[in-house]
């Protein structure tokens, strides 16, 4: 479950979504974020060229959590990245790609829609295919080169691909009460000693007699056969 204007997880009124205010990409509306516009009539098509698809980065600047951070292999070319689940493509620098592969890699023309936490757009210069490799793990991916962007991004996919995160289900504790509790279920049980009840003398019986609604079904053949 998501908010219908921001997309994120968490439920929130209207009033406290981050996107209230916010102006749309796609139609030019207030009050949502273009990743969730209903106005998008999207069509599957058998190239990617045909189908223009926007993409969320979840992150923008460089930061000191170097825990999350990870030297991947690029097309054997050892890049510094930063592991960010809610990032959709991976990205690197202009700065990066020019000073590692400089005129010898040629960029493909993208039609991908790249916007950042703000919901601004970003320009993107281009894509190139390569060879990502970590520890044992490798595939072929796309990557996205992004003007004045400050940390290289690893996707959500990618990381999934290269086995740096993993999908946690619900956990469940295999717990057996009637294996570790046997005798609270045998038989029905009964009270160690006998119980007396002690009534009251004179008690006489009490309820409250609280009349029904007559279902709006039943009304009119109510109504018929009380005025009889």
């Known amino acids: 479950t998501q908010c219908k204007w921001c997309g994120n997880s968490k439920i929130h009124s ?10 749309c990409n796609a139609c030019k509306k207030k009050g949502h974020y273009s990743r969730v516009c209903r106005s998008h009539i999207k069509v599957n098509a ?14 923008l600047k460089n930061s000191s959590e170097h825990k999350w951070r990870v030297n991947i292999l690029v097309d054997n070319k050892l890049l510094h990245f930063k592991i960010d689940s809610g990032t ?20 493909q023309a993208s039609n ?3 916007f950042g936490p703000d919901e601004k757009k970003l320009k993107i210069l281009g894509q190139f295919q390569a060879k990502l490799q970590y520890g044992k793990q490798h ?7 992004v003007s004045n962007l400050h940390v290289s991004l690893l996707s959500c996919a990618d990381c999934e691909k290269l086995k740096l995160i993993a999908r946690v289900n619900e956990m469940k ?21 006998p119980y007396k009840i002690k009534l009251k003398e004179n008690a006489k019986p009490y309820a409250i007699m609280v009349p029904r609604r007559v279902p709006i079904l039943l009304k009119m053949h109510f109504k018929r056969n009380w005025m009889k």
């Open 14 to 23: 209207k009033e406290q979504c981050p996107a209230k205010n916010a102006i």
């Open 139 to 145: 595939f072929i991916g796309n990557i996205y080169v």
């Open 173 to 193: 504790a295999k717990f057996y009460p009637k294996l570790e509790f046997p005798k609270f279920f045998t038989g029905i049980g009964k009270i160690q000693k």
């Open 112 to 114: 991908k829609q790249i």
């Open 46 to 59: 058998l190239t990617e060229e045909e189908n223009i698809s926007s993409s969320y980065l979840g992150n």
């Open 88 to 107: 959709d493509l991976t990205v690197i620098s202009q700065k990066i790609f020019q000073s590692v592969w400089g005129n010898k890699k040629k960029l």
